[in-house]
């Protein structure tokens, strides 16, 4: 046999060494995990520490969510963030729902996820609102100024999605983007106070009636006003069965005495509550991690009487055990806010008691102001933050 062979030999000899090793490494490391003894997921008090806050009753503890995927590597478990998973635990179970407001739960979300959906909603879900007021007279004792911003916070009704915003088309004012209103009282001599509210409001399809200021009267054209309207937006299909006008018609603008007057226009135009709050779609967002309330230990007959008596909210009830003995009970955990009452006292309530908050779990409120319903106003923060994440991975590639 040549050098050359004898040295191809070893070569192909250490090779199957090496993969054998490895085999046998890879054997070992599964055997390993197989025993009983190795843990294939954290243990108790760690798992109850990664997925909780502890109320205690000077301050919380463990509040931070841990990100690592390595955390707990070196009791096998991986703590990373997997589509998969995310995709199998996330829910969302609506609890409350009327005409302005909505309670619902986000279930296996990221605190970052659920404070951004709660940002969208406040400053970046578009709405229709009186921006520029045009006053012809006011001889009320309220000033333009005040009157104008009066106006500006009352909800329009309309779909946002059937405008266009306003820098779109510069300073065209034209029945894509603008929606005029018109407002004209007038207190006769001799007669009481009378309240203006906002159901004086009338919509003008048409666009404006009020003449600009830098127009000429011209016998052959049509005099210029504050808006060049195509059309008219009751001839659209998507307004003419749903007039536009504002969402509440007793909000109080104004109180006019005998001979005073209002006269004014007002167009409404497509804003984000991040330019000015009248904008916002919501009186408020917010949310709150689920509580979580647990009886270390059986509380009976004074104690239970004593125990239910801290809570303001009505989260315990007493239950009858028989032979004339009673034992608390926790009934309603969800209205508990953390008062701590039940925990205080000295050291052997916090020995019955424990106070906990679920991390990735959610209670979302949402008040609308009337713009849009509450459910709508959640779907279009979640079509704002698809479009977002879309912007970044085109920007990324």
Known sequence: ????????????????????????????????????????????????????????????????????????AALGVDNSLRLDNFCQNFKVEVKELTDDNMVFDMIGIDPALANAFRRILIAEVPTMAIERVYIANNTSIIQDEVLAHRLGLIPIYAVPRLFEYPDNAGDDKNEKNTIVFKLHVRCQKGQPRITVKSDELKWLPNGSELLAEDSKPNAGSKPKTFTSFSCSQDSLPEFSSNPLGPKYLDIILAKLGPGQEIEL?????????????????????????????????????????????????????????????????????????????????????????????????????????????PEVLFTEAVKILEEKCERVITELS
């Open 1 to 72: 046999m040549s050098e050359e062979d004898e040295s191809m030999s070893e070569v192909e000899e250490q090779e199957q060494n090496r993969m054998s090793e490895e085999n046998n490494g890879g054997g070992i490391l599964d055997y390993i995990m197989s025993l009983e003894s190795v843990p294939s997921k954290l243990p108790p008090h760690l798992e109850l520490l990664r997925t909780h806050v502890l109320c205690n009753s000077d301050a919380p503890q463990h509040t931070d969510t841990i990100q690592y995927s390595g955390a707990y």
């Open 265 to 373: 226009e007002v167009h409404a135009v497509k804003g984000v509550g991040k330019t000015h709050a009248k904008w916002s779609p919501v009186a408020t967002a917010w949310y709150r991690m689920l509580p979580e309330v647990v009886l270390l230990e059986d509380v009976e007959d004074d104690l239970a009487v004593e125990l239910k008596n801290k809570c303001a909210v009505k989260v315990f009830d007493i239950e009858d055990i028989g032979k004339g003995r009673r034992r608390a009970r926790v009934a309603n955990p969800r209205a508990c806010t953390l008062c701590r009452e039940c925990i205080r006292g000295g050291k052997e309530w916090e020995d019955r008691v424990s106070l906990r908050r679920v991390k990735d779990h959610f209670i979302f409120t949402v008040e609308s102001t009337g713009a849009l319903p």
